[in-house]
């Protein structure tokens, strides 16, 4: 089992920027790649980024690279979502997720831990 908790979520203006920090704990979270998801009103749960067990290797959603930056300290157990020149589209519950395996995938079923999510609410 893996737990992950998120945090750093919160209300800013278009422009802004967040960072959304996901702490694991339980089995090796080094082992597995982890990935950030979101989910706004009335659409389907989204992949925003993933990262290898690494770090080494990066997939981003079209709709937000250049902007977003995905991370991880394996030391501190910790994925890390850098989001710059936010975008009101980019309003959403977003989501932590640690996938089966070192595989880094797009595809939600790849993922078997989540966590509990974190608002961001971006304005224009």
């Known amino acids: 089992q893996v737990q992950l908790v998120e945090s750093g979520g919160g209300s800013v203006q278009a422009g802004g920027a967040l960072r959304l920090s996901c702490a694991a704990s339980?089995?090796?979270?080094?082992?597995?790649?982890m990935g950030w998801f979101r989910q706004a009103p009335g659409k389907e749960r989204e992949l925003v980024a993933a990262i290898s067990v690494s770090g080494g290797s990066t997939n981003y959603a079209d709709s937000v690279k250049g902007r977003f930056t995905i991370s991880r300290d394996n030391a501190k157990n910790t994925v890390y979502l850098q989001m710059n020149s936010l975008k009101p589209e980019d309003t959403a519950v977003y989501y932590c997720a640690a996938g089966r395996n070192w595989i880094l995938s797009r595809s939600r079923s790849d993922y078997a831990y989540w966590g509990q999510g974190t608002q961001v609410t971006v304005s224009s």
């Open positions: 339980g089995r090796t979270f080094s082992s597995n790649a």
